[in-house]
């Protein structure tokens, strides 16, 4: 079984960093893309960045582009969200989920092509 435990989330300023965990463990992840998705009180679940496990291949969201960075370390089955220069907007509760078809040709941004999901970690940035 797939499980998915984030961690990292906090309360920061406005301009401010802070760096998401994602530790997966279950199986081997090679077939698998991992995103980060993030929940606004009000909001609808949004997709945020996502990485190809086999070989790092990225896509983000245009409004996190050039301020967060994901990445993966494949020794500690890890994925972390670098989030810098973060903004009020950016406050939300923070998943990751993991898609297990990540052969396919681009990586998905609907959440309901996510199969496994950690319980996620709230973000607040204050201004």
């Known amino acids: 079984q797939v499980q998915l435990v984030e961690s990292g989330g906090g309360l920061v300023q406005a301009g401010g960093s802070l760096r998401l965990s994602c530790a997966a463990s279950?199986?081997?992840?090679?077939?698998?893309?991992i995103g980060w998705f993030r929940q606004a009180p009000g909001h609808e679940r949004e997709f945020v960045a996502a990485?190809?496990?086999?070989?790092?291949?990225?896509r983000y969201a245009d409004s996190v582009k050039g301020r967060f960075t994901i990445s993966r370390d494949t020794a500690k089955n890890t994925v972390y969200l670098q989030m810098n220069s973060l903004k009020p907007e950016d406050t939300a509760v923070y998943y990751c989920?993991?898609?297990?078809?990540?052969?396919?040709?681009?990586?998905?941004?609907?959440?309901?092509?996510?199969?496994?999901w950690g319980q996620g970690t709230q973000v607040t940035v204050s201004s």
């Open positions: 279950g199986r081997s992840f090679s077939s698998y893309a």
């Open positions: 989920a993991a898609d297990y078809r990540a052969w396919r040709s681009s990586i998905v941004t609907a959440d309901g092509e996510y199969d496994y």
């Open positions: 990485i190809r496990w086999i070989n790092g291949d990225t």
